[in-house]
T-cell receptor, first 111, second 111 residues
Framework: KNQVEQSPQSLIILEGKNCTLQ??????????LRWYKQDTGRGPVSLTI?????NTKSNGRYTATLDADTKQSSLHITASQLSDSASYIC??????????FGKGTHLIIQP | EPEVTQTPSHQVTQMGQEVILRCVPI?????FYWYRQILGQKVEFLVS????????KSEIFDDQFSVERPDGSNFTLKIRSTKLEDSAMYFC?????????FGPGTRLTVT
């Protein structure tokens, strides 16, 4: 069964600190892996997209890594800001159009 | 910056009624999608649409659902006879290629 598992389920950190979110997937065949940020009550916003041949991709303070052999990805957030409080969702795409979403990690940044 | 828009933002309907959710994708995009997110759960793929036909649909997208692109700008999702379990946020997305841009969502409440 095609699945995307994320950990931790929720995370609270202090403003200015770094954090790393994890994603394991069993989706096959694999086309690309995406990380989205979803604010409460809003649609997801894309942060990074990586194909199987890419190991890392950065978008400002966000850096995603991908190990296609172990089917693991991580999202590292540097120098967190209050506006980073959101759900971070790992999404895996198969060659067809459908996306398989993880349940997300709910991140809270405290001042 | 162009964005995907959705109307209405919130729709309340009685069980058994038909609802139409509307989306205006980004103008030069060719691929269109509907997703839903039941409160507290992960985002789920419903259907993708390209070249005026469905390219992929999930098992959720049964005969009660239909999509249409009635003119050059709108993309609609119709639910023929709503059930209580259809209550969710419905997100429309569009893409020119890989990157999908999500709308703000329509919250559907079935009573």
């Amino acid at each position: 069964k095609n699945q995307v598992e994320q950990s931790p389920q929720s995370l609270i950190i202090l403003e200015g600190k770094n954090c790393t979110l994890q994603c394991n997937y069993t989706v096959s065949p694999f086309s690309n892996l995406r990380w989205y940020k979803q604010d409460t009550g809003r649609g997801p916003v894309s942060l990074t997209i990586m194909t199987f041949s890419e190991n890392t991709k950065s978008n400002g303070r966000y850096t995603a890594t991908l190990d296609a052999d172990t089917k693991q990805s991580s999202l590292h957030i540097t120098a967190s800001q209050l506006s980073d409080s959101a759900s971070y969702i790992c999404v895996v795409t198969r060659p067809a159009d459908g996306l398989t979403f993880g349940k997300g990690t709910h991140l809270i940044i405290q001042p | 910056e162009p964005e995907v828009t959705q109307t209405p933002s919130h729709q309340v309907t009685q069980m058994g009624q038909e609802v139409i959710l509307r989306c205006v994708p980004i103008s030069n995009h060719l691929y269109f999608y509907w997703y839903r997110q039941i409160l507290g759960q992960k985002v789920e793929f419903l259907v993708s649409f390209y070249n005026n036909e469905i390219s992929e649909k999930s098992e959720i997208f049964d005969d009660q659902f239909s999509v249409e692109r009635p003119d050059g700008s709108n993309f609609t999702l119709k639910i023929r006879s709503t059930k209580l379990e259809d209550s969710a946020m419905y997100f429309c997305a569009s893409s020119a290629w890989h990157e999908q841009y999500f709308g703000p969502g329509t919250r559907l409440t079935v009573t």
